[in-house]
């Protein structure tokens, strides 16, 4: 163990972390890169090239470059996951939202209204019931 002393130890840990944080960054990059629609074929080429020949200059220039426009599109591809997933609820749960046409458990609830006041009779009430499950 003196061969190795603990000053060493330690920096040999800070430049792996920081060699792991630079391949996320990498990866980060080249996700953006296809991601980005803006961004012509030829363009997408050229950045994967310096990215791959020149790794750590290529990826502080990209990031020097197109930071902000990283950013902007990973809010974009949240609030667009997030527009899905809602939009998957909400279908899920039988509501269409601006559809103004009631769910099933709306049109239920109203024919055990009618029920309850004796306005249709157990027997359509089981049809119609039948007829909004179906």
């Known amino acids: 163990m003196d061969d190795y002393p603990l000053l060493n130890v330690f920096w040999t840990m800070l430049w792996f972390f920081l060699w792991i944080m630079w391949l996320f960054l990498l990866f980060k990059v080249i996700t953006d890169i ?13 950045w994967l090239i310096f990215c791959i020949l020149l ?65 249709i009779s157990e027997e359509e009430f089981q049809q119609a019931k039948a007829k909004i499950l179906a």
């Open 34 to 46: 296809f991601r980005d629609h803006e961004l012509s074929g030829w363009g997408k080429a050229g």
């Open 55 to 119: 790794p750590y200059l290529g990826v502080l220039v990209y990031v020097i470059a197109r930071g902000k426009g990283m950013g902007l599109r990973d809010a974009k591809q949240a609030k667009d996951a997030e527009a899905r997933f809602q939009e998957y609820i909400r279908q899920t749960a039988g509501t269409q939202a601006g559809a103004g046409a009631p769910s099933a458990t709306d049109e239920l609830a109203r024919l055990a209204d009618l029920k309850e006041k004796g306005a």
